[in-house]
């Protein structure tokens, strides 16, 4: 029996050591261990890939969501707009600014947030919103940029799950007032350690968020605000700027294999695949179906060879962080995809046959349940 691997973050050193290793050895030379030219070279090119003016790198994702929602004077007494269905850090950082978190339901095609129902959540005192590109799915956004046009409201993509996602030819990270990305070493551009960076097309916000994360400063000793610390390591940064060259290729081998998966579980009884948004091209960075007996097929599947995760076991709002006050909302779609999702091996570790195999898998454990 075979067995495939859920994740492989060695991979991507693996099938790079050459230009990492020399890409360690440039930032080791130079004796820049903060800021630097490995820093301004990768964030000129992030901005670049995510058709943004500028990119501002921070020690990690949760912070490249705090960041910008802080330099938006967000506080207590605001209304933060975020999917009910996402990874814990984008209610975590709204959370962090002291603003009233508004949960808002997950689209049960995209499992996304739905847009339309963000729009009826607006209220005088919303003022940001985040949409989460969830899975790596593009959020259609336009028309919640629509919905807050000329009103204090910042639209803040959180694209940790998305890089290079694309929707009616634009890149994730240029939709919104900003964005914020994660290079958490699972992430799809991932570094070898904590990473994150905010892209925006706004100078001002940038160098807000720049100062925020330089202890109040863009001058040494001159501190204008109450600022924390929180900078990428020019040595991720040289390592993410290798990587980023091949980031189209490994997104490609990602589509590869969604499209065996949609090919082959099409129309299995009571299997739900993930839907996509019209014109857009996902990065695929889970693969999440949904099934009633999720744990029955999980324990199939593992029994074959093929390791399974769940993203996301246990609703926010049902979470020990959030329940005491945010447990009382009833959030039906979001709670039954944590209840049904299960996420399928993918990543450029994966060949087309792993692929056509794991398929074949899941097709007789369905069929056979
Ligand atoms: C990973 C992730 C984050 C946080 O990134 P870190 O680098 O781990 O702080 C935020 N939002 C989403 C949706 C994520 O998947």
New binding site residues.
Partial sequence: MSSYSFLDVGFTYRSLKPEIDAAYARVMDSGMYIGGRALTSFEQSFATYCQTEHCVGVG???DA?VLPLRAHKIGPGDEVIVPAN??I??WLAAARTGATLVPVEADPVTMGLDVQAAIAAITPRTRAILP?H?YGTPVPIQPLMDAVEGRDIVVLE?A??AHGAEIGNRRVGALGHAAGF???PG?NLGAFG?A?ALVTSSLELADRVRMGGNYGSHVKYDHQEQGGNSRLDPLQAAFLSAKLARLDDWTARRRATAGIYLEMLEGLPELTLPGVPPHSLPVWHLFVIRHPQRDVLRARLLERGVPTALHYPIANHQSGAFRAEYGHLALPVTEEICRTCLSLPIGPHLSREDATDIAGILRDCVLQI
């Fill in positions: 990690n994702g949760l969501l996402t990874f850090a984008t989460v969830l959180d940790a799950q994660s290079f958490y992430k904590d994150g």
